[in-house]
């Protein structure tokens, strides 16, 4: 993706289901544990570009020792920062009583971080502050060992207004009105109501406290907690969470839409956003790895028992299609043969814009996201020119001579590597002009590709949001190579709607295919159908979520597809190019083709998963109308 665009979280739960003991004797180490979610961590730095955090809890710890540790940075390097304190006081140990270092006893009193249950996160902040005390995982801190509670989740919540109500009912003080805080907060009032009724129930049974809160350790039911607490969300989560005596948990929405696999053996229990991250990490097989059902928890008992529960029927899965197309890691074996179907599905639309020309066409890709479906593309290609072979070859008859031969068998698509990302430039300068100046700057090209006035140049990005880096960079130093013509193609659909479900893409005005629909309707003289969407998404306002309808839809409805992209490729050309642009963007009906499981598609299409989306895009658009400079939800 040419355009920066900030993404969701990351999450790392993992549970040694072995004493520390069995880590030190088999892999000679103490500390299998950290090491392994730094891995896990490290695997998904793709993720969370604000921070990152990890907590971990060592289990049947005596009281007054201390059992939960935290550790959360907004370092420029989030994660090493981390690793790099705990391990501090590892190599302090090491130092000081070398002989104490595989010692799990005196570990586990000594140092933090010695546990068997770790939870890590990467922190994308979807607005606000960004400081250490909004970096996951958040604590809930209780004297009764059970009521201790850690959580942190890959989120967005449509509704926390109406959550924040609901916690002031049952006569809460949130320290703050944010979607994190709502949910912790919410989980701990239902673990509170859960640990009173235990405790009433066995306090009839038992004359210990000590014996009752025992009992209660061992019969809180983490799915009845997680089934109330959770019955009124609405939007996308993936939510991770530890209790402080040792169960934990993560539960996905009932839509699917942010992702999560697991895997569990007699050794460990393992979660993470992503599926390569567990499979580096431990070097397992695709097929060992399960995806956590949407709608479930994943429940882990301090006894080690792990199973699924059902908490939320599922609603319509709505599997996110972005995370394919650009979010995740594309070492994962689906995801990677995806992307190529995404790059294989658009040729037919690329040979019709360059009117098969393909003797005087390159093509190319924009690094680096794009690079796999570029493969794919080049696959199309050459599957096109197989058949045009045929053909030539059925047409030549008896007659053909190995010339004739030899020129159509050594027809090929031409490839170069046309743009260069320069790592090294970084656009920290605020001053506009001058970091406009930079961006500008931020790709190069390689030259002796293209013959210029002679070859048309195709390249491929994995999706067009905004446009702003084509206009301002991309463009500029394409035209330089002087080609006929330069097609753009997106391997994603038109984005024509706000996320609200953990991305940031919350504004409607920042779309070009927005813009682009919005000059068309003023150009033609339908600048009415502006105010009546405006009317109608007011009249909606204080309706409930659930009666909410997306009229935004309707500023597209005047125009087919190819209109919005060729106003799109006026609108991103920058002024004094040579070259005239062409834009190519995928269809919906390819997306789903090449992404069957994963049909979440309301970036493209307005069909959310979750009543609240509609309310999102209706308040976006009244937003972008009475130039509010602000988030919709």
Request: negative net charge.
């Amino acid at each position: 993706m040419s355009d920066p665009i900030k993404h969701e979280c990351g999450i790392a739960l993992l549970r040694l289901k072995k004493p520390i003991e069995y880590f030190v004797e088999k892999y000679g180490t103490a500390f299998y544990g950290v090491n392994k979610l730094h891995l896990l961590m490290e695997k998904q730095h793709n993720r969370g570009q604000d921070g990152a955090g990890v907590a971990n809890i060592k289990l049947d710890m005596n009281p007054g020792e201390r059992y939960i540790s935290r550790i959360r940075s907004i370092n420029k390097a989030p994660i090493q920062d981390i690793f790099k304190q705990i391990n501090s006081r590892f190599e302090e140990i090491y130092e000081k009583h070398p002989d104490k270092i595989n010692d799990v006893e005196y570990l586990k009193k000594s140092a933090g971080f010695t546990g068997e249950l770790f939870l890590g996160h990467l922190r994308y902040g979807t607005f606000g502050k960004n400081s250490k005390e909004s970096c996951h995982p958040f604590l809930r801190q209780n004297n009764w060992i059970t009521r201790n509670l850690v959580v942190a989740g890959n989120f967005n919540l449509t509704n926390v207004d109406e959550l924040f109500e609901v916690l002031l009912k049952v006569g809460q003080h949130p320290k703050e009105k944010s979607d994190t805080v709502t949910v912790l907060e919410k989980i701990g009032h239902f673990l509170d109501v859960e640990n009173d009724e235990l405790y009433h129930r066995f306090k009839k049974e038992y004359d210990s406290n000590l014996d009752v809160y025992g009992q209660i350790s061992e019969h809180i039911e983490i799915q009845k907690i997680l089934k109330k607490a959770s019955e009124d969300w609405d939007g996308g989560y993936t939510m991770a969470g530890l209790l402080g005596h040792g169960d934990a948990f993560v539960l996905r929405d009932p839509a699917g839409v942010r992702p999560a696999f697991w895997y569990e053996d007699d050794e460990i229990c393992v979660v993470a956003s992503e599926r390569p991250a567990i499979q580096t990490a431990f070097n397992l097989q695709v097929e060992d790895i399960k995806e956590l059902n949407p709608g479930h928890a994943l429940i882990v008992k301090k006894n080690g028992l792990v199973k699924e529960h059902l908490i939320n029927e599922p609603t319509v899965v709505s599997k996110c299609s972005f995370e394919r197309i650009y979010f995740s890691r594309g070492s994962d074996k689906d995801i990677y043969t995806e992307r190529k179907e995404l790059g294989r599905l658009i040729v037919e639309p690329v040979l019709d814009t360059i009117d098969h020309d393909l003797d005087n066409s390159v093509f190319s890709f924009i690094p680096n996201t794009a690079e796999i479906s570029f493969y794919g593309m080049v696959k199309g290609l050459e599957s096109h020119l197989n058949e045009k072979k045929i053909e030539q070859l059925q047409e030549l008859g008896s007659n053909a001579t190995k010339e004739d031969f030899e020129r159509i068998i050594n027809q090929r698509a031409r490839i170069e590597k046309i743009a260069i990302k320069d790592a090294k430039l970084r656009t920290f300068i605020t001053q506009d002009d001058s970091r406009n100046d930079l961006v500008s700057h931020v790709y190069d090209i390689t030259y002796g590709g293209i013959r210029a006035n002679q070859d048309n140049l195709v390249v491929i990005d994995d999706s067009i949001v905004r446009g702003t880096t084509l206009r301002q960079s991309i463009f500029k130093i394409l035209d330089r190579l002087s080609p006929k013509k330069i097609v753009v193609v997106s391997s994603a659909p038109q984005i024509r709607y706000p996320d609200c479900y953990g991305i940031d893409m919350a504004k409607l005005g920042d779309f070009i295919a927005f813009n682009a629909a919005i000059s068309l309707l003023r150009e033609q003289g339908k600048e009415s159908l502006i105010d009546e969407v405006y009317q109608l998404c007011l009249s909606q306002i204080d309706k409930p979520k659930e009666e909410v309808i997306n009229y935004v839809k309707k500023i597209y409805d005047p125009f087919t597809p190819q209109e919005i992209s060729k106003r799109i490729a006026e609108l991103l050309t920058p002024e004094g190019m040579k070259a005239p642009v062409d834009i190519v963007y995928q269809s919906i009906e390819n997306l789903h083709l090449a992404c069957p499981n994963n049909k979440g598609d309301w970036y493209f299409t307005g069909n959310y998963p979750t009543p609240g989306g509609n309310k999102v895009v209706n308040k976006a658009f009244i937003n972008w109308k009475e130039d509010r400079n602000e988030r919709a939800y």
